[in-house]
């Protein structure tokens, strides 16, 4: 809970309290509680925003204070019959209050506005986001045959912050993934809370003089996702000397909101197998279109920020689900995508006829884990053996990476939405914090062998560290 959350809460109970049995003379004080409560209410939604977490906090308050003024004007009135009315009144406070302030306290903590981990690297962090539109290629989403692509696309780079500067927010127009909620079977305000957390970057600061420039990663979403919620992985890259560039795919991405204020909601289409199949050559030209529009950025930032910051001979992607095999597709097609990381998803059929150039590294859990967390038998046939047939094919360098315990939506910032996310099956069984990890160690090793050039003993075998990893390499 949030600071005057939980103050408000506090005042709440102190408030049922005060109404619901008699006070002794030295805490007189609480009877003022009701109207207390009411103006800390109101600081609450002016200050930190409302949410529909707070609604059974902000119905008590009410509540309370409808019972304290009923109480006050019996006193006044009609002295006599004060105690039959307090007695009233207490049980009215106890009944309904009992309750709803149970509810006021679980459902915020339940779904807190959580805070992001703060990168373990040397580099604070600066963010832009950029509309760019591809003249060249027709939205084939949409029935207009002069519909142009256009895309999204969020830049995070090592940066000079002030402490004091405001964090950009995490999702600013949370309300675009409500598809998403109800791809988990939530009502779609269930996320709308999301506006109001901040990660650990400043929007616009200036690029760290630490390194005249700096390697490039280009991050692809999954299914119905968004390009933030990889946040926590991506600020970890950064913060060890990355920039990451992190695409919205228009129609495959929960919602994705134009300048203009135009909304790409997701394609439904998207949820069949075939047809997302067929989708996967012109949504790994996202990626590729992207890392032109960076090349002719590292040339002339129209926000004179990142121009000369962007070391496009040292570039790489990654991505997680589908945008895992965009990531794969994008580097079958594109040389200049020097190292590949896919999570947790199988490798479209070209890839696997093919194969791959680029080291590679795949993180994905073993076929139990799989099976706990209910998948079909074929898609864990598919997910493992396609992976494992581009895998052993390499003619270079490459990572086969499962971790046991972990569930798909693990591979993200799931679960940090909520503390029940293991409990109700959404995540796996291993800790929330210990999967982040995971993922951040063995892909940022990978990256700094295969972008930078340094030894890494975590990508040489079995690591003591991680247990629950099963690690396997190749050798060029």
């Excluded at 964090?167 to 909620?181: D, E, I, Q, S, T």
């Excluded at 996967?280 to 279109?289: E, H, K, P, S």
Aim: with cysteine.
């Amino acid at each position: 809970m949030r600071p005057i959350e939980s103050l408000l809460s506090l005042a709440n109970l102190l408030t049922g309290l005060a109404l619901a049995v008699p006070l002794p003379r030295a805490v007189r004080w609480m009877r003022h509680c009701a109207p207390v409560a009411l103006l800390i209410a109101i600081a609450q939604v002016r200050v930190e925003g409302p949410r529909w977490q707070m609604v059974p906090g902000y119905t008590l308050t009410g509540l309370f204070l409808l019972v304290w003024l009923v109480q006050n004007r019996a006193l006044a009135r009609k002295p006599t019959r004060s105690a039959r009315t307090n007695t009233l009144a207490a049980g009215l406070a106890v009944g309904l209050g009992a309750l709803v302030l149970a509810a006021s306290i679980a459902l915020p903590t339940l779904l807190p506005v959580f805070r992001l981990p703060h990168p373990s690297g040397p580099y604070e962090i600066g963010t832009l986001t950029y509309h760019w539109v591809d003249a060249d290629r027709r939205e084939v989403f949409v029935a207009d045959r002069n519909a142009r692509r256009e895309l999204m696309v969020q830049i995070w780079y090592p940066a000079n912050t002030d402490p004091s500067s405001p964090r950009a927010p995490y999702v600013p127009n949370a309300g675009v993934l409500a598809p998403l909620a109800r791809l988990l079977h939530l009502p779609g305000f269930t996320v709308g809370h999301l506006k109001y957390i901040t990660t650990n970057a400043v929007e616009s600061a200036h690029v760290t003089n630490g390194e005249p420039s700096y390697p490039v990663l280009i991050f692809s979403h999954g299914r119905g996702g968004y390009r933030q919620h990889n946040t926590v992985q991506t600020e970890e890259l950064v913060s060890h000397g990355y920039i990451v560039a992190a695409i919205d795919h228009p129609y495959a991405a929960a919602g994705v909101v134009f300048p203009d204020g135009r909304v790409a909601v997701f394609d439904p289409r998207m949820a069949d197998g075939t047809f997302e199949d067929s989708m996967i050559g012109y949504l790994a030209q996202d990626a590729i279109f992207t890392l032109y529009q960076l090349g002719t950025l590292n040339q002339s930032d129209p926000n004179g920020i990142l121009t000369g910051r962007l070391d496009l001979r040292r570039v790489g992607i990654f991505g997680v689900s589908l945008g895992g095999e965009i990531s794969a597709e994008a580097c079958r097609r594109e040389p200049r995508l020097r190292a590949c990381l896919a999570m947790d998803v199988w490798m479209p059929a070209s890839v696997v006829q093919t194969g791959l150039q680029q080291p590679t590294m795949f993180i994905t859990r073993d076929a139990e884990t799989m099976r706990l967390e209910g998948w079909s038998q074929a898609i864990i046939d598919r997910t493992q053996t396609t992976m494992r047939a581009v895998f052993e094919r390499l003619p270079g360098s490459g990572y086969f990476v499962r971790v046991r315990g972990m569930f798909h939506v693990d591979f993200s910032d799931a679960a940090l939405l909520s503390p029940l996310t293991s409990w109700l099956g959404i995540t796996g069984p291993i800790d929330g914090e210990r999967a982040r990890g995971i993922i951040n160690a063995y892909s940022l090793a990978f990256f700094d062998r295969h972008l930078k050039g340094r030894p890494e003993v975590l990508l040489d075998g079995p690591a003591e560290q991680y247990p629950e990893v099963l690690f396997e390499t190749r050798r060029p």
